[in-house]
């Protein structure tokens, strides 16, 4: 069950620059005896605001929403709560209008304060009370991706300077590491390359390498990534006696979802012979 469902039941009483709405989530075990809601729909489910025209402002967006409910009294109306992020309280909360159609549908517009800079996630749940014991909601998760204007940010780099040509048929793992900060949110963040430049300047095939943050760990394929989501973006390779000695620059840079670019980073990044 949903996290923020519980999070509704200890209080018991999009939208963005390209908002997507995930596909409505309903428990499949819900009690079908009770008034439930099933068939969510939020609209519109994307937006784009402008860099040139809409900038940087204080703006207010309308969810509106549509949902199916089942076996509610004729006075009886769904609630709806909406969360930012990771909080546990929701930001908004109230009831529907009552609706006296045979097929019950039920109806609201809801008002989101933002800006157009900000990067969110917003949990809409819907549920037929507030009562603790009710399973039966239908939930939808709107992500809003703001205009962005800041480049992301490279706070550290890691690699070997030095790695010597194993012999025989020993392999060496060499993994190259960059955290990345985005401050428009990690969300907005798209990339995270590496690439290597020879001592005459040319680029070392395939260009560019993409580090992941992925935490797979778990092959020679795989990135190489300790931990997922820790903002630490890796890329393993190895090294084996057909390669020969060589002396490169490593050059690890981030861009953004908009194109933003990082600065970049060097590093030294030789290969040597086994003496």
């Known amino acids: 069950?949903?996290?923020?469902?519980?999070?509704?039941?200890?209080?018991a009483l999009v939208w963005?620059?390209?908002?997507?709405?995930d596909d409505a989530l309903t428990p499949k075990d819900f009690d079908e005896?009770?008034?439930?809601?099933?068939?969510?729909?939020?609209?519109?489910?994307?937006i784009s605001f402008d860099p040139?025209?809409?900038?940087?402002k204080d703006t207010t967006l309308t969810l509106d929403v549509t949902v199916y409910g089942f076996n509610f009294?004729?006075?009886?109306?769904?609630?709806?709560?909406?969360?930012?992020?990771?909080?546990?309280?929701?930001?908004l909360q109230d009831k529907f209008l009552v609706n006296f159609s045979p097929i019950t549908?039920?109806?609201?517009?809801?008002?989101?304060e933002t800006n157009t800079i900000d990067f969110e996630?917003?949990?809409?749940?819907?549920?037929?009370?507030?009562?603790?014991?009710?399973?039966?909601?239908?939930?939808?998760?709107?992500?809003?991706?703001?205009?962005?204007?800041?480049?992301?940010e490279i706070i550290e780099v890691n690699n070997p300077e030095e790695v010597e040509i194993p012999s025989g048929s020993n392999v060496t793992r060499v993994l190259f590491t960059a955290k990345v900060f985005d401050p428009d949110g990690q969300e907005n963040l798209d990339r995270v390359f590496i690439d290597f430049i020879n001592e005459d300047g040319s680029i070392l095939t395939p260009d560019p390498n993409i580090l992941l943050d992925d935490g797979d760990n778990s092959s020679s394929t795989s990135s190489g990534d300790a931990t997922a989501s820790d903002s630490v973006y890796t890329i393993q390779?190895?090294?084996?006696?057909?390669?020969?000695?060589?002396?490169?620059?490593?050059?690890?840079?981030?861009?953004?979802?908009?194109?933003?670019s990082s600065d970049t980073l060097t590093t030294t990044f030789n290969i040597v012979d086994n003496e």
């Not at 004729?74 to 546990?88: A, M, R």
């Not at 009710?134 to 480049?151: E, R």
């Not at 390779?237 to 981030?254: C, E, G, K, L, V």
């Open 1 to 11: 069950m949903s996290s923020k469902f519980y999070s509704l039941v200890l209080l």
């Open 16 to 21: 963005t620059v390209f908002a997507s709405c």
């Open 33 to 46: 005896q009770q008034p439930y809601v099933q068939n969510l729909v939020v609209n519109p489910s994307t």
């Open 52 to 56: 040139e025209t809409d900038g940087q």
């Open 73 to 91: 009294e004729v006075d009886s109306v769904p609630y709806y709560s909406v969360f930012l992020g990771d909080d546990e309280n929701p930001i």
């Open 105 to 112: 549908t039920f109806q609201a517009s809801i008002p989101i």
């Open 121 to 152: 996630t917003y949990t809409l749940l819907i549920t037929p009370s507030l009562d603790g014991n009710n399973k039966n909601f239908a939930q939808s998760i709107i992500q809003q991706i703001g205009v962005p204007i800041n480049p992301p």
């Open 237 to 260: 390779f190895f090294i084996d006696s057909s390669n020969t000695p060589n002396n490169r620059t490593a050059r690890y840079y981030a861009l953004d979802k908009s194109g933003l």
